[in-house]
């Protein structure tokens, strides 16, 4: 999870015990159950989970997006608290998109061209990289004008 889809829809430990069981309970997986050693459950997609999921990717609507951004949070009350707050988030989140955006950026320079996922690989880490970009160019706005609105000037760090 963690490696594939876990940057941008990260899933709670306990979920990953809990809805595959849900799934086999519905036919969509098929559990093998390790008999000795550590006993671990391997789900695999059953001909039912395979046609339910190409119909799930073959409608392209999809909900709303989900925003839950604890430093967004803190911004929006960041008057509130004391003199220098909006900079030093700012400063901080700035540091971690770089961060991030550092991390998609190796992760891109290090694909395997003959990975069947490679296309679909290529596209989220694109879609990252411009993400954690307009990040990094809003938090560093701020950073220099903690009065401003993060709105990017020709100096903006990026």
């Given at each position: 999870?963690?490696?594939?889809?876990?940057?941008?829809?990260?899933?709670?430990?306990?979920?990953?015990?809990?809805?595959?069981?849900?799934?086999?309970?519905?036919?969509?997986?098929?559990?093998?159950?390790?008999?000795?050693?550590?006993?671990?459950?391997?789900?695999?997609?059953?001909?039912?989970?395979?046609?339910?999921?190409?119909?799930?990717?073959?409608?392209?609507?999809?909900?709303?997006?989900?925003?839950?951004?604890?430093?967004?949070?803190?911004?929006?009350?960041?008057?509130?608290g004391?003199?220098?707050?909006?900079?030093?988030l700012?400063?901080?989140?700035?540091?971690?998109?770089?961060?991030?955006?550092?991390?998609?950026?190796?992760m891109?320079?290090?694909?395997?061209?003959?990975?069947?996922?490679?296309p679909?690989?290529?596209?989220?880490?694109?879609?990252?990289?411009?993400?954690?970009q307009?990040?990094?160019?809003?938090?560093?706005?701020?950073?220099?004008?903690?009065?401003?609105?993060?709105?990017?000037?020709?100096?903006?760090?990026?």
């Open positions: 999870m963690e490696s594939s889809v876990g940057h941008y829809w990260p899933i709670p430990h306990a979920q990953l015990y809990r809805d595959p069981p849900r799934l086999a309970d519905l036919g969509l997986l098929r559990e093998d159950a390790e008999e000795h050693g550590r006993r671990r459950r391997v789900f695999h997609l059953t001909a039912a989970g395979r046609e339910t999921l190409r119909s799930w990717l073959a409608d392209p609507s999809t909900p709303e997006p989900e925003t839950r951004n604890p430093a967004l949070l803190k911004l929006t009350f960041a008057d509130l004391a003199p220098g707050q909006v900079a030093e700012a400063e901080a989140q700035a540091a971690q998109h770089r961060r991030w955006l550092g991390t998609y950026r190796e891109q320079a290090h694909l395997d061209p003959h990975a069947p996922d490679t679909a690989r290529t596209r989220l880490l694109t879609l990252g990289i411009a993400h954690e307009s990040y990094v160019t809003f938090w560093a706005s701020l950073a220099a004008d903690p009065n401003g609105t993060g709105a990017p000037g020709p100096e903006a760090a990026v």
